[in-house]
């Protein structure tokens, strides 16, 4: 059963405008949310992440915004290049340390 | 400081056919997971150590798959034997004792003809 859902496959912006990426999750144990960053042939490479205590964090260009009541967050991004295109997982664990749950991704494509 | 490593980087056996895999976590990371990712689905926990002991295999298909990590540095996974649905990559991660954010490595993508 998929806890962590990322509901839309693909995203395409153009550069310099937002993208929005967003994930939705089901389990309320949840209390740390991360999005990864994967470009083909590579790993995951962690982003940003966010807390339950907290409902915003911002990192340059990156903003994850977390909705607890509605279990949602998102992950902003302004403004968008094109070496922002890559496949961005959103990830939650529910204890520090213990394994991750992933949604299927999300595949950016920034078009100049 | 280097990242997580693991080799081989692509591996290509036919079915029946043992295979295993390497990875060596970041220095001082004490938590190292392995996971399955199959195509377009995000990566799935197969086990994870804490220091050299196994605390999570749940998910480990234990009939075939394998895994040890001695000295609780360097793991090793395998599959003996292999299946055609074990085509995949096989991810290794790292995190600092406790720590939520987990380090990943390049993956090894393996191919079961």
């Known amino acids: 059963d998929q806890q962590v859902k990322q509901n839309s496959p693909s995203l395409s912006v153009q550069e310099g405008r937002i993208s929005i990426l967003n994930c939705d999750y089901t389990?309320?144990?949840?209390?740390?949310f991360l999005w990864y960053k994967k470009y083909p042939a590579e790993g995951p490479t962690f982003l940003i992440s966010?807390?339950?205590?907290?409902d915003k964090n911002e990192d340059g260009r990156f903003t994850v915004f977390l909705n607890k009541s509605a279990k949602h967050l998102s992950l902003h991004i302004v403004p968008s290049q094109p070496g922002d295109s890559a496949v961005y997982f959103c990830?939650?664990?529910?204890?520090?340390?213990?394994?991750?749950?992933f949604g299927k991704g999300t595949s950016l494509l920034v078009t100049p | 400081e280097a990242g997580v490593v693991q080799s081989p980087r692509y591996k290509i056996i036919e079915k029946k056919q043992p295979v295993a895999f390497w990875c060596n976590p970041i220095?001082?990371?004490?938590?190292l997971y392995w996971y399955l990712q199959n195509l377009g689905q995000g990566p799935e926990l197969l086990i994870r150590?804490?220091?050299?002991?196994?605390?999570?295999d749940s998910q480990l298909p234990k009939d075939r798959f394998s895994a040890e990590r001695l000295k609780g540095v360097d793991s090793t996974l395998k599959i003996q034997p292999a299946e055609l649905g074990d085509s995949a990559v096989y991810l290794c991660?790292?995190?600092?004792?406790?720590?939520?954010?987990?380090?990943f490595g390049a993956g090894t993508r393996l191919s079961v003809l």
């Open positions: 991660a790292s995190s600092l004792g406790g720590g939520n954010i987990q380090y």
């Open positions: 389990n309320s144990m949840f209390d740390y």
């Open positions: 966010i807390s339950s205590i907290k």
């Open positions: 990830a939650a664990n529910s204890n520090s340390g213990y394994a991750l749950n």
């Open positions: 220095s001082g990371h004490n938590t």
């Open positions: 150590y804490e220091n050299e002991e196994a605390v999570d």
